[in-house]
């Protein structure tokens, strides 16, 4: 068996061109527990895919060692949100720890409290479905109980992650 290099195995990968998401949860606030304070989480995301019509079912994967592996891991419900391409700053944002995420962001509550965005292509609300072991990943499965595809009447482009890099097209 031939070793696999991670950082080559990380670049190969990136030759997948792929959409940008950011998922949300809503999770109680482990900084005040047992008060029942909850807090809004986000994420960036490009593992997102697109899994069965029927039943609706998508999927994305959560690294393990992620701050919000717990809310995610706990939720029951999440938000995808597939980005425009004039939302990289966003995307930069839901990709940094201990960022103030929520700061810039205007959302209202969807199903369950999760935060939905105000401002997106298309996004899809879903019920956790299951959950399986992918390695250094969590694979979410979520039924998709709410869509909203903005994008037909926008006609705003995909925002695009290619070779480590935001792209975008034209
Ligand atoms: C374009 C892009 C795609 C990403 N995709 C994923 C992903 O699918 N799963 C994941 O766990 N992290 C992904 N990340 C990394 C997380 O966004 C990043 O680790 C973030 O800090 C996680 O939030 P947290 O630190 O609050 O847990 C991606 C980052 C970028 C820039």
Redesign the pocket.
Known sequence: MTEIDPRELRNALGAFATG?TIVTTIANDERSPGQGQKIP?A??????SSVSLDPPLIL????RN????KAFDEAEHFAVHILHSGQKGL??I?????AD?FAEISWHPGINGIPVFDDYNTCFECQVENKFDGGD?LIILGRVIKFDNKERETHSTPLV?YQGQ?KNIA
Do not use: E, R
């Open positions: 940008v989480i994420m960036t995301a490009n593992s997102f994305w994967s959560l690294a992620a701050q919000s592996f995307s930069g839901c990709a940094t720890k201990n995420k990943h992650f935001y």
